[in-house]
Antibody, heavy 119, light 107 residues
Framework: QVQLQQSGTELVKPASSVKISCKASGYTFTSNYMHWIRQQPGNGLEWIGWIYPGNGNTKYNQKFDGKATLTADKSSSTAYMQLSSLTSEDSAVYFC????????????WGQGASVTVSS | DIQMTQSPSSMSASLGDRVTITCRASQDIGNYLSWFQQKPGKSPRRMIYGATNLAAGVPSRFSGSRSGSDYSLTISSLESEDMAIYYCLQSIQYPYTFGAGTKLELK
């Protein structure tokens, strides 16, 4: 079955960077999109962007341009999101979610990775 | 950006009630509308895709419908396990946008 296993909790300092991982199994990693979604404490869901591991193409929400960088390693079926220049505003749970296209969207989700930015 | 206006923001209902949650799209999104359920401390779960299609493994008491730019999620007979926050998502135009969520509680 489709599984997305995310990395764990991160406590990081302001102005630093963090890289979150999402290891996929149970499907063809290179033939599906991987989306990233942010959920700030007590808030709703916000779409960050996607990567298509087959060719490395990416699409970002303009709001996260310069903040998030999406990459993928085909050899390990793992997607990554790096967040840079962290502030307290970036403290959130970050989810990865698979899509087979814009119609069949986000049918499987990772368990979430918590990032806390604090000095 | 396409705005997804979700209502109500919260509601309480009794077991066995019929419950309807609505999202209104600010632009035409066709049927590129999905519904997600999120329980506390858990990841969202897709319930409906393509506005009306039941996702795999989702109980048949859940259904989705569309009337113009209004999209609805209906639970025909509420069960205790349905208490959660529900979000809609449009995926026709970038950036994809979610509704603000509807918190469903037991009366």
């Amino acid at each position: 079955q489709v599984q997305l296993q995310q990395s764990g909790t991160e406590l990081v300092k302001p102005a630093s960077s963090v890289k979150i991982s999402c290891k996929a199994s149970g499907y063809t990693f290179t033939s599906n999109y991987m989306h990233w979604i942010r959920q700030q404490p007590g808030n709703g869901l916000e779409w960050i962007g996607w990567i298509y591991p087959g060719n490395g193409n990416t699409k970002y929400n303009q709001k996260f341009d310069g903040k998030a960088t999406l990459t993928a390693d085909k050899s390990s079926s793992t997607a990554y999101m790096q967040l840079s220049s962290l502030t307290s505003e970036d403290s959130a749970v970050y989810f990865c979610a698979r899509s087979r296209g814009s119609y069949y969207v986000m049918d499987a989700w990772g368990q979430g990775a918590s990032v806390t930015v604090s000095s | 950006d396409i705005q997804m206006t979700q209502s109500p923001s919260s509601m309480s209902a009794s077991l066995g009630d019929r419950v309807t949650i609505t999202c209104r799209a600010s632009q035409d999104i066709g049927n590129y509308l999905s519904w997600f359920q999120q329980k506390p401390g858990k990841s969202p779960r897709r319930m409906i895709y393509g506005a009306t299609n039941l996702a795999a493994g989702v109980p048949s008491r859940f259904s989705g419908s569309r009337s113009g730019s209004d999209y609805s999620l209906t639970i025909s007979s509420l069960e205790s396990e349905d208490m959660a926050i529900y979000y809609c998502l449009q995926s026709i135009q970038y950036p994809y946008t979610f509704g603000a969520g509807t918190k469903l509680e037991l009366k």
